[in-house]
Nanobody, 120 residues
Framework: QVQLVESGGGMVEAGQSLLLSCAAS????????GAWYRQRPGEERELVAS???????KYGGSAKDRFTISMDAPKSTLYLQMNSLKPDDTAVYYC??????????????WGQGTQVTVAS
């Protein structure tokens, strides 16, 4: 069993930066995928960035060139560095993990979400 706890959200001015963190308890991210999604009011959840442990990263179009996803494996923590923030980045950001468990099954986990608000 893995629990994901996000932190680092808040309110900033346009052009500023934020660092989101997602700490994974239990067996951590291990082998699998860690990702950040976001959801604006009235819209569907969308992929911001994903990372395969020990593998490549992928970014949604709006995040490319401004956001960076990374993982500290020993700390079982996933990060999202967000630079040059825009009001359009305002959303609830969710941490996601798709992890290969000790039971030899794949499991999907979501964090509770953290609010990011960018003022113009």
């Amino acid at each position: 069993q893995v629990q994901l706890v996000e932190s680092g959200g808040g309110m900033v001015e346009a052009g500023q930066s934020l660092l989101l963190s997602c700490a994974a308890s239990g067996s951590g991210f291990g082998v699998g995928t860690g990702a950040w999604y976001r959801q604006r009011p009235g819209e569907e959840r969308e992929l911001v960035a994903s990372l395969i442990t020990g593998g490549p990263t992928k970014y949604g179009g709006s995040a490319k060139d401004r956001f960076t996803i990374s993982m500290d494996a020993p700390k079982s923590t996933l990060y999202l560095q967000m630079n040059s923030l825009k009001p359009d980045d305002t959303a609830v950001y969710y941490c996601y993990g798709h992890v290969y468990g000790a039971d030899y099954l794949w499991h999907t986990y979501w964090g509770q979400g953290t609010q990011v608000t960018v003022a113009s």
